[in-house]
């Protein structure tokens, strides 16, 4: 079978997916608003539009899931390395960037956004999560 080639988008006529669940169960709200709480603030959005976001979602319960292990892997780097004080928000947001390409699957640490010896730190983080 031959692998279809791929195609350049026109970005200007991306659009969002329609909303499939018209609510998420509380449980999963739950987490979505613990998400939020921690990582919101670096993530250029509102907690509806987040909320919506997962509403949008085939399997809203697997990419709630997907999004806790970032937050508990920010939470770990945090933990580790930052301690109580939190970082410039341009530096949070570069965190959260880098975790959310390491959760697409991207290993190297040059291709993160971040110093290298911190994105080593964050896949480790990140790896952790496996052992859970």
Same mark, same amino acid.
């Given at each position: 079978?031959?692998?279809?080639?791929?195609?350049?988008?026109?970005?200007?006529?991306?659009?969002?997916?329609?909303?499939?669940?018209?609510?998420?169960?509380?449980?999963?709200?739950?987490?979505?608003?613990?998400? $939020?709480?921690?990582?919101?603030?670096?993530?250029?959005?509102?907690?509806?539009?987040?909320?919506?976001?997962?509403?949008?979602?085939?399997?809203?319960?697997?990419?709630?899931?997907?999004?806790?292990?970032? @937050?508990?892997?920010?939470?770990? $780097?945090?933990?580790? $390395?930052?301690?109580?004080?939190?970082?410039?928000?341009?530096?949070?947001?570069?965190?959260?960037?880098?975790?959310?390409?390491?959760? @697409?699957?991207?290993?190297? @640490?040059?291709?993160?956004?971040?110093?290298?010896?911190?994105?080593?730190?964050?896949?480790?983080?990140?790896?952790?999560?496996?052992?859970?």
């Amino acid at each position: 079978m031959t692998e279809p080639k791929p195609r350049n988008a026109d970005l200007s006529k991306l659009r969002p997916g329609p909303i499939r669940h018209k609510s998420l169960p509380p449980k999963l709200l739950k987490h979505v608003q613990a998400i $939020y709480d921690v990582i919101g603030p670096y993530l250029n959005t509102t907690q509806e539009q987040f909320e919506i976001g997962f509403m949008r979602d085939k399997h809203p319960e697997q990419e709630v899931a997907l999004w806790c292990g970032i @937050t508990i892997a920010w939470v770990a $780097y945090h933990e580790k $390395y930052v301690g109580e004080e939190l970082l410039p928000d341009e530096d949070e947001k570069k965190l959260v960037a880098a975790l959310v390409a390491i959760s @697409t699957g991207v290993e190297d @640490t040059a291709m993160l956004g971040v110093p290298m010896d911190v994105g080593q730190k964050l896949l480790e983080c990140y790896d952790d999560l496996e052992g859970d």
